[in-house]
């Protein structure tokens, strides 16, 4: 019988592993070194804050695995021998695979920081990023975040769950505004500061210093400034987790490289999830994107092809969302924070500065080509519509109602957004 071996328990692994047993009886073994069971990642913080158990976190009861037939094996992956069609773990024992699906995911980056490797240095990534903050905040007087992206922020929050007084070093002149545009971000200040967070922009790491056991004990901005903390968190993107491949033929670039079939250079070897390159990106997509529903489509696509039904992934339309402490944040398509030239945008921001929302559309024709929307929550299934639909602006705004999530729990806007974009546009009939 036909072996699938999978490297990573995450949302991609699990989700090619429960989808291949739907279509076929195959012998199935998913692998991982983090932990015996799924969890959600996106879960972590909730567990810091009490609001859930890690239990809570994993979507499948224990027993799941056996009664579908899906071998787990929790030990971690040193080589891929790809001639002999193994895999080798760390204590020399190997697996014999036809068919190896690696799906291990990202990891924190470090950017070589002297100190880097000191107690009290972690990311927030794994399982075990979690047990050493559990360990450590009980003990620590001041944080020090290290990068402001979405997982610095929540770091941020989970520190303030826990009254632990926290410095936000942010490289950029403000908040995220590599993906948000100036009006959202400087919104995302204001709210960070609002929360008592000591935000610092235009911030960098220098290094890291040491008390005489080896824990963290301050770190050094690149404005020579020091700050006295006991956990430093580094959270200054992911990269994919791809260290054990590097002799093993597979081709990699940033990540593992693969085609539309997420299929490597290497005969019955792919690769999905956070740690998959695409060598030829979808329109207006990123070659590596670390989100979890790309992940799960990855994995689900994978396996129609592992069973016979070769399947491009195809991942539509670009969406994703997000929290910055009480705001929720979604976007679909595409707002960049630098408009191109054949790009105009309409900004709205609500009296109270917490609810935003910015369409992006083509001035030539006005086509709707995305739109960012804090503190309102709108439906995907509207905008994945309006932009196959190639929409125009004066259709959304017209239309907005339609988008409103849940007009029960979600105050209404639509009208306010609608003068305003009269007073700033002509809407054109359509
Ligand atoms: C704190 C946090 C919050 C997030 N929030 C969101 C969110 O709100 N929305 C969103 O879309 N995305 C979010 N993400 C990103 C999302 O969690 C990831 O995109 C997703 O989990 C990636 O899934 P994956 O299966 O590709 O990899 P992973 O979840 O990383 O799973 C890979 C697994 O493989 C294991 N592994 C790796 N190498 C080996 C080896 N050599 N041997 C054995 N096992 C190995 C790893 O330990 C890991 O368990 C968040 C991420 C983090 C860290």
Redesign the pocket.
């Given at each position: 019988m036909e072996h699938i071996v999978i490297?990573?328990?995450?949302?991609?692994?699990v989700t090619v592993a429960r989808n291949i047993r739907k279509l076929s009886t195959k012998k199935i073994t998913l692998?991982?070194?983090?932990?015996e069971y799924f969890f959600s990642?996106?879960a972590?913080?909730y567990v810091f804050m009490g609001h859930l158990k890690f239990e809570h976190t994993q979507p499948y009861e224990n027993d799941f695995w056996k009664k579908n037939n899906i071998n787990l094996i929790f030990?971690?992956?040193?080589a891929v021998e790809a001639d002999e069609k193994k895999v080798v773990f760390k204590d020399h024992s190997s697996l014999d695979y036809d068919k190896l699906v690696i799906?291990?995911?990202?990891k924190s980056n470090k950017f070589g920081w002297k100190g880097q490797h000191l107690k009290g240095v972690l990311g927030?990534?794994?399982k075990l990023d979690l047990d050493n903050l559990e360990a450590l905040a009980p003990l620590c007087k001041h944080a020090v975040i290290v990068g402001g992206g979405?997982?610095g922020i929540?770091l941020a929050e989970m520190f303030h769950s826990r009254n632990i007084p926290v410095t936000f070093l942010v490289r950029e002149k403000s908040f995220w505004d590599n993906v948000l545009p100036l009006g959202e971000s400087q919104m995302i200040n204001r709210h960070i500061l609002e929360h008592h967070i000591d935000l610092r922009l235009e911030t960098g790491l220098l290094k890291i210093l040491s008390d005489e056991n080896g824990n963290a004990r301050a770190i050094v901005t690149d404005k020579n400034e020091t700050i006295e903390c006991q956990i430093v968190g580094l959270t200054a993107g992911?990269s994919p987790?791809i260290d054990?491949l590097k002799n093993s033929r597979i081709e990699l670039g940033r990540g593992v490289k693969v085609n539309r079939f997420l299929e490597t250079n290497i005969k019955d070897i792919y690769a999905?999830?956070?740690?998959a390159e695409q060598i030829q990106p979808n329109k207006n997509r990123n070659n590596i994107e670390?989100?979890?529903?790309t992940?799960k489509m990855m994995g689900e696509t994978l396996a129609q092809t592992i069973c016979g039904k070769p399947m491009e992934y195809n991942p539509g339309n670009w969406f994703?969302?997000?929290k910055f402490f009480d705001i929720e944040y979604q976007t679909y398509g595409w707002v960049f924070s630098n408009p191109t030239e054949n790009e105009a945008q309409f900004y709205w921001e609500h009296q109270s500065g917490k609810i935003a929302i910015r369409i992006s559309y083509d001035k030539n024709n006005r086509v709707f080509l995305g739109i960012n929307t804090f503190g309102i929550r709108m439906k995907q299934a509207f905008f994945d519509t309006v932009l196959n639909n190639k929409e125009t602006v004066d259709y959304v705004i017209k239309n907005l109602k339609k988008a409103n999530f849940d007009p029960e729990f979600y105050k209404r806007y639509e009208n306010e957004i609608f003068q305003s974009f009269q007073s700033n546009e002509t809407i054109v009939n359509n």
């Open positions: 490297i990573g328990n995450g949302i991609s692994g692998i991982s070194s983090e932990s990642r996106t972590l913080m030990n971690h992956v040193v799906a291990s995911g990202s927030l990534y794994h979405l997982i929540e992911v987790n054990f999905i999830g956070d740690c670390a989100v979890w529903y992940g994703n969302s997000a």
